[in-house]
């Protein structure tokens, strides 16, 4: 017989293990590189006249590589804190629809709204690829927590990597850290193609990364927004031409 007074314990496991399981996420291949890529703009802060305490500080409040090399290098010229703040959210734009498309996954209406808000704060890159990747088979009451944790380990990993790239700049070259800083694109690049599930998503995919530094050249400051709308606009038209052609095929 079960002890009426004891309380059932296998909806507050679930959860926790869910929580337990995305912490280690950060020890597997996508924390590595995140803690890599982490570590070169560590070396950068150091290069750029930061202190270890304000470069730590920066990548647990932005947790955006990009959008920490932007304002670090607005600082290293001497530029303003309002034109650095801009050209942040500028670069933040593109976490918007990563955004969108993952909150249906992790929105839970029996949960404390704040959970949702930590959450969404660990979206970026490898937080987003690892969470629409492993979120959509798992029960909907442990997606908000196993998220958690994958973001909660993968910060922890970023603020692991930027102190020790910081301390250990001065025994590697200069070109070395720069290198850590494209691993976490050339992982985003990869994940993408192995994640792509219809042929207009590698189209995208590729027409990205070729017309990408063409526009980095004509136009440097709207390279990544014209690249993104022009690949994903051929993504969608050729994905929905030959979905159309492969009805058509089908017809008896």
């Known amino acids: 017989m079960t002890d009426p007074h004891q309380r059932p314990t296998r909806g507050m496991d679930g959860p ?89 996954l992790i929105r839970d209406e029996r949960r404390i709204p704040w959970r949702q808000v930590l959450a969404v704060h660990a979206v970026a890159v490898t937080a987003w690829i690892e969470g629409m990747r492993r979120l959509p088979p798992l029960p909907e009451e442990q997606r908000l927590r196993h998220f958690l944790g994958i973001g909660t380990g993968l910060v922890l990993a970023a603020l692991i990597g930027t102190a020790a790239g910081y301390v250990l700049a001065g025994t590697v070259p200069k070109i070395v850290s720069a290198v850590l800083l494209f691993l976490t694109p050339i992982y985003f690049f990869l994940s993408l193609l192995a994640t792509s599930r219809e042929a207009g998503d590698r189209v995208a995919v590729m027409a990205g990364a070729l017309i990408g530094p063409v526009f980095y050249v004509l136009t440097p400051g709207l390279d990544l927004l014209l690249t993104g709308l022009i690949a994903g606009t051929l993504g969608h038209v050729a994905g929905r031409r030959w979905s159309g052609m492969w009805r058509e095929d089908d017809d008896p």
Do not use: C, W
Request: proline share 4%.
């Open 16 to 104: 926790r293990r869910g929580f337990r399981h995305g912490l280690l996420v950060s020890l597997t291949v996508p924390g590595l590189i995140l803690a890599f890529s982490s570590a070169g703009f560590g070396a950068l802060a150091l290069d750029a006249g930061m202190s270890l305490g304000n470069a730590v500080f920066m990548m647990g409040i932005f947790f955006a590589l990009p959008a920490q090399v932007v304002m670090m290098d607005q600082i290293a010229r001497g530029g303003s804190v309002l034109g650095g703040a801009l050209a942040v959210m500028l670069t933040g734009v593109r976490l918007l629809p990563m955004v969108v498309a993952l909150m249906p």
